[in-house]
């Protein structure tokens, strides 16, 4: 295994709302991603949800607040509570840690597809 550098892995896709897998560990993966715009309502009922802002600013919508997070901010959401991610004022790019194989709608049948950079 070589040291992973974010920024790189960042560099190297364009795509939003597209979760990459830069390394694993004990079960989880640890991904980066960009965003912009509003992802969906949804919920993970087995699994809470981490996000870490690398750049930009991100609002967690929950049912009863919003929370902002910006650069080296971060916020795990407890499973099974309904949650959207919005990048209303301009790109995000976030590092992301999950157990292996969750969807990230939190509904297999409409997840994004786990890709390994």
């Known amino acids: 295994m070589d040291k992973v550098n974010l920024a790189e892995k960042l560099d ?13 560990y004990n079960g989880n993966d640890i991904m980066v991603v960009r965003v912009q715009g509003e992802f969906h309502w949804h919920n993970h009922p087995d699994t809470d949800d981490f996000f870490l802002v690398l750049d930009g ?3 967690i919508e929950l ?39 969750t969807p990230n709608t939190g509904d297999p049948a409409t997840a994004a597809p786990h890709i390994c950079i």
Do not use: C, N, Y
């Open 63 to 101: 049912r009863d607040r919003v929370v902002t997070l910006g650069p080296g901010e971060l916020f795990v959401v407890p499973s099974g509570t309904e949650h959207r991610p919005v990048a209303r004022r301009g790109e995000v790019k976030m590092l992301l840690i999950e157990p292996s194989g």
């Open 12 to 24: 190297s896709f364009a795509e939003h709302w597209s979760p990459r897998t830069v390394a694993q």
């Open 57 to 59: 600013e991100l609002d």
